[in-house]
């Protein structure tokens, strides 16, 4: 399964190797990019898509 990045109001796809999510009570995702360190993203700027077998399941 691929995990992707949207970022929220554009179309731009970001395919991440890794994904820590903080307590669920925090405004972040801690995601490692694809040949990169980790990030830190607002939860608020992204929406977090999962790949599988060309469906995309939210």
């Known amino acids: 399964m691929t ?9 731009k796809m970001i395919e991440v190797e890794d994904v820590v999510n903080f307590k669920m009570d925090t405004a972040h995702f801690w995601l490692k990019l694809k ?17 599988k077998d060309s469906e995309v399941e939210k």
Do not use: A, H, Q, S
């Open 3 to 11: 995990v992707v990045v949207r970022i929220k109001g554009t179309d």
């Open 35 to 51: 040949g990169d360190d980790y990030k830190t993203f607002w939860r608020r700027n992204v929406e977090l898509l999962r790949i």
